[in-house]
C-alpha cells in the first residue's frame, strides 16, 4: 500500500475538550494547510449548528499528545518512531492562531534623551498609544510616541529610585512607585498628578504594584501594592487612602498579580505564594514548592487583564475606546477575559507561573489547587522574567545564565531554548499575535525571535550599556527599550 493511500480515523478537538464533529478519516499525505481547511469547515458546520455568524477562516495549530505537527501527518508519524498506528481514532487538537500578524520591528527610529538617570522600567498603556517609564533620577516620564519626544508634564513628587509602575487596565492612570515606599498616581494622557499628594503606608519600598481588572470595576478604582515590608496593601485610588493591608508573608514581597477572579497572588523571598481573596482579605492558600525566594510571577490571563476592552486585532482605531463609558468598557473586557479564561478547559480557570532564585519554574492552578501542575526545571542561573504568551499556549523564562526557555502551558514541558544574549537576560515581552519574542539583555541588545520556528529573527543593537526595561506595545507596532545608557530607544518595522 503506498504512502499515499494510507488514511488514519481523526478525531479533531479544540483546546478545552470541545469535539469538531465526528471522526474523520484523513490521508496521511495531509499537510497544515489541508488541515486548516478541514478544521475550518469542522468549526463551521458545528457553528451553522449553534447559529454564530463568523464566517472568517481561522488560522489553526495542530497538535497531537502536545506535539506539534509541523507538517504533515506522515511526517509526525516518521520523527515519532516509538507512536505505532494503531487501529484507534487519533486526537488532533486544534489550537486557534492570532488572525492579525504582527511584522517584528527591525530598525531604531527614535532614540530620545530626558532621564537624567538609568530607565529602571518602562510600560506602554493597555492600547499601546502612550508610554511611561520611571528613572533612578525619581521622576516618571511620558513620552509622546507620534513626535517621539518627552510630555513637558512629567512626574517629580517622588524623591527617590522608581522600581515600579503600572498602567490601569482603561488606560487613565498610571501608578508608580518609589524606594521610600511611596505611590504616586499620575494622569496617563497628560502627564500630570492625579490628586495632591503621594499614598502613603508602606515602611519599605514596593517591589510590586497590581490594578484591579477592568471587567470587575469599570472605573479601575483599586490597586494592590506589595513591599518589601511583607505587606501588601490595597487602596482606593478615588479616597487617596488604603483600605485592606494583607500580612501574613514572613519575608519581602516580590511580585503580586491581581487575577480575574478576584484573587491577588502574592510570591515572596520567603519561598511561597500566598492566594488571597481580595473582597475581605482572607487568605485562601500558600503554594510552597520552591527552594529559594520566589522572584517573578505571571498570569495565563496576563495580557487580557492589562489590555482590558482592547482589541489589537480588531480595525478599531484606538481613539473610540475613550469615549466608551466605564459599563461598556466592562462589558468588552469581560467578553475578552472570559474567552481566555475558558482556554484551559470548558469550566475555565488561570494559570499561574512562578520563578525563582532556585533555578526553577512551578505551573500552578492557583484557584482551586496547593499542588503544582508541574516543575519546570534546565535554567542553571536564576529565573529573573517569566511570561505568558497572549495565546496563553506557551511560556517563556528569561534566566541569568544568558538563555530563553520556551515551555508548553498546558504540562510544563520544555520545548526549546533560544540562544544568542551573551550576558543575563534581564526582560522579556511577547508581540500580540504570540510569534515574536523580544528580549533585553545586560550585553547591550534587543534580540526578536521568531517563536514557530525557535531561532532568532533580528538582533538590535544601539544601546551603550545594559537594557533592565522592555515593552513590546500591545497593538504590536513597536517596541520600546530603556536601561543604564539613560535614553529611551524606540523601535519599529
Wanted: aromatic residues 8%; glycine residues 8%; charged residues 20%.
Amino acid at each position: 500500500m503506498s504512502s499515499s493511500d494510507k488514511a488514519i480515523l481523526s478525531q479533531f478537538q479544540l483546546e478545552n475538550g470541545t469535539l469538531l464533529g465526528g471522526p474523520v478519516e484523513i490521508p496521511l499525505m495531509v499537510n497544515l494547510r489541508q488541515l486548516n481547511s478541514v478544521a475550518n469547515g469542522l468549526a463551521q458546520a458545528q457553528e451553522a449548528l449553534t447559529s454564530n455568524d463568523s464566517n472568517d477562516a481561522i488560522p489553526y495549530s495542530f497538535y497531537v499528545d502536545e506535539i506539534e505537527i509541523k507538517e504533515s501527518l506522515e511526517k509526525y508519524f516518521q520523527e515519532q518512531t516509538n507512536k505505532q498506528m494503531f487501529e484507534k481514532t487519533l486526537n488532533i487538537v486544534c489550537v486557534p492562531k492570532a488572525r492579525f500578524q504582527v511584522i517584528p520591528v527591525e530598525r531604531c527610529t527614535a532614540t530620545i534623551e530626558g532621564h537624567l538617570e538609568a530607565i529602571t522600567i518602562l510600560q506602554f498603556s493597555p492600547n499601546g498609544r502612550l508610554l511611561a517609564s520611571g528613572s533612578g533620577d525619581t521622576t516618571v516620564r511620558f513620552w509622546d510616541l507620534n513626535t517621539q519626544t518627552p510630555f513637558d508634564e512629567y512626574g517629580k513628587a517622588h524623591k527617590h529610585w522608581i522600581l515600579c509602575l503600572s498602567w490601569a487596565p482603561n488606560g487613565k492612570i498610571v501608578a508608580s512607585s518609589c524606594k521610600q515606599g511611596l505611590i504616586g498616581l499620575w494622569i496617563g494622557a497628560t502627564g500630570k498628578q492625579h490628586g495632591t499628594k503621594l499614598l502613603s503606608g508602606h515602611r519599605q519600598w514596593i517591589n510590586s504594584l497590581s490594578w484591579q481588572p477592568l471587567h470587575l470595576n469599570g472605573s479601575c478604582r483599586l490597586l494592590a501594592s506589595g513591599s518589601k515590608d511583607t505587606t501588601i496593601k490595597l487602596w482606593d485610588t478615588h479616597l487617596f487612602k488604603c483600605m485592606l493591608t494583607l500580612s501574613g508573608h514572613t519575608a519581602s514581597v516580590t511580585c503580586i498579580k491581581w487575577g480575574g477572579q478576584n484573587l491577588l497572588y502574592s510570591a515572596s523571598q520567603d519561598r511561597t505564594i500566598k492566594v488571597w481573596r481580595t473582597t475581605d482579605g482572607v487568605l485562601c492558600r500558600t503554594l510552597e514548592g520552591h527552594a529559594h525566594w520566589v522572584n517573578t510571577l505571571a498570569l495565563s490571563t496576563d495580557y487580557v487583564l492589562r489590555t482590558g476592552a482592547y482589541e489589537p486585532s480588531k480595525e478599531r482605531a484606538s481613539d473610540d475606546y475613550e469615549d466608551l463609558d466605564e459599563t461598556t468598557l466592562q462589558t468588552l473586557a469581560l467578553e475578552r477575559y472570559e474567552k481566555v479564561y475558558k482556554l484551559f478547559d470548558t469550566n475555565g480557570g488561570e494559570r499561574l507561573v512562578s520563578g525563582s532564585d532556585d533555578f526553577t519554574l512551578y505551573l500552578w492552578k492557583p484557584e482551586t489547587d496547593k499542588k503544582p501542575l508541574a516543575r519546570m526545571t534546565g535554567h542553571q542561573q536564576l529565573i529573573n522574567d517569566v511570561k505568558f504568551s497572549p495565546d496563553t499556549r506557551l511560556l517563556a523564562s528569561a534566566s541569568f545564565d544568558k538563555s530563553i526557555k520556551l515551555w508548553s502551558s498546558r504540562t510544563g514541558a520544555f520545548l526549546s531554548t533560544l540562544r544568542g544574549h551573551v550576558q543575563a537576560v534581564y526582560q522579556i515581552a511577547w508581540s500580540a499575535d504570540s510569534r515574536l519574542l523580544v528580549s533585553g539583555s545586560a550585553d547591550s541588545t534587543l534580540k526578536i525571535w521568531n517563536i514557530e520556528k525557535r531561532c532568532l529573527l533580528f538582533d538590535l543593537p544601539g544601546h551603550a550599556d545594559e537594557i533592565y526595561a522592555v515593552d513590546y506595545s500591545p497593538d504590536g507596532q513597536k517596541v520600546a527599550s530603556g536601561g543604564k545608557d539613560k535614553v529611551l530607544k524606540l523601535w519599529r518595522r
